[in-house]
């Protein structure tokens, strides 16, 4: 056997053990890692919405509540191996590509290796809250503002901050437009439901996403808005844009409505950990 034959099928056993159980059954804890955080989330954005006192409705926020329940520990550590299963997967998905026609084309890779980074980056703060030397990673709101302060003193600032911002909110309406559209579908093992368990994950993925693509087109916008007026307080984080929902015509009416749906969302991440291909 020449050596390309021998690189070739070292290559395949290499894809096939990326999408063996060990990286399949990491994919599943990571998206009920991060349903965990978006119905936690929710819930205290509820509480916002109707004048309940609570924590930040942030990551933040969530953890602090987990940490509060008890055996918190050992939620917190279970929820941060979770998120590094996530990260592993997404590591497999940039080395060996994601399922489907198009999972190996470069802009797939690339997405998989910046959601690699995302997670892994949850994924220590979390541990490092777990294991009692690190905060969470600080209030969604403070690190929004600290950034972008950084960003704009640096040469061609404003346009950096205007460029992130616009870049999440046409995330944001992406993310809603293929909640909507039912995008998800051609991920789902749909045939492995009843008719009835999909009308509920339908009414989970279109709710929750749609909500989940207003709070990120919610944060860009204030990022673009810090970006004109050159002013890192203008910037909100998770926290601030779901109370900042509150603050409008329709008043605590649209957060309470927002934060429901991002409970619908972590729901859809508990389906998604359940049918979806990996």
Partial sequence: MNTSAVLREGEAGARRAARGSVVKGAARAGFTARGVIYLLVGVLALRIAF???GGEADRQGALGELARQPFGAVLLWALG??????ALWRLSEAVFGAAGPEGRTAGK???ALARCGFYSFVASSVLALAAGSGSGGGSSDRQSKDVTARLLHAPAGQWLVGAAGA???VAGVWIGGRAVTRAYHEKMRLGAMSRGVRRLVDV?????????GLVF?????????????????????LDDTLRSFAGTPAGPALLA?????LVLFGLFSFAMARWRRV
Avoid: E, N
């Avoid at 087109?217 to 307080?233: H, L, Q, S």
């Fill in 51 to 53: 004048g309940r006192p």
């Fill in 81 to 86: 191996v979770g998120l590094a299963g996530m």
């Fill in 109 to 111: 890779r690339l997405l």
């Fill in 167 to 169: 870049g999440i909110i």
């Fill in 204 to 212: 989970t993925g279109v709710g929750g996403g749609a909500a989940r």
């Fill in 217 to 237: 087109a919610g944060v860009g916008t204030f990022a673009v808005r810090a970006a004109v007026d050159y002013d890192p307080d203008h910037a909100k984080g």
């Fill in 257 to 261: 409505c927002v934060a429901a749906g």
